[in-house]
């Protein structure tokens, strides 16, 4: 089996409703070979595509959202707020306190749950081909109707 990477994000987050990406890459230094990139998709779709790969394979798998800019502009600004998020982290890991916060370990004790109950449940099932289909053609006119 393999690993699956995503971001963690809030339920009300715009991202959700992006096109989505998978790159497969090897799971190890062992074998080097170049990334497969595959999409855009649904980001359900994507999470499913990837999982029925990894289940099988000894492949990491990153499930990521595509961020369509349509100027220079956006793609900085995109790249700003990456850097600031980023930035904003590493102070707070440089704050936080020798013991952590309670918080955290809340956080890994649920993300711990969640784990063994994926591995209980086992891979969603791949979406079939006309599903894929149906969510190329709402990524199309996502992708066409933005910026209007």
Known sequence: MGALVTLDLPDDSPMFGLPWIITFG????????????????????????????????????????????????EIRGEIAAAQ?????????????????????????????AAAEADERIGPAA????????AGFQRIAKLLAEKGR
């Open 84 to 112: 600031i998020a980023a930035a904003d982290e590493t102070t707070q890991v440089e704050q936080a306190d020798l013991y952590g916060d309670f918080e955290d370990v809340i956080d890994d004790e649920l993300e711990a």
């Open 26 to 73: 090897p799971l190890g230094d062992a074998d080097e070979w170049e990334p497969v990139v595959c999409g855009p998709y649904e980001r359900l779709h994507a999470l499913a595509l990837a999982e029925a790969v990894v289940a099988e394979e000894q492949l990491m798998a990153v499930v990521e959202p595509l961020l369509p800019a349509l100027s220079p502009d």
């Open 126 to 133: 791949a979406p079939r081909e006309a599903e894929l289909r």
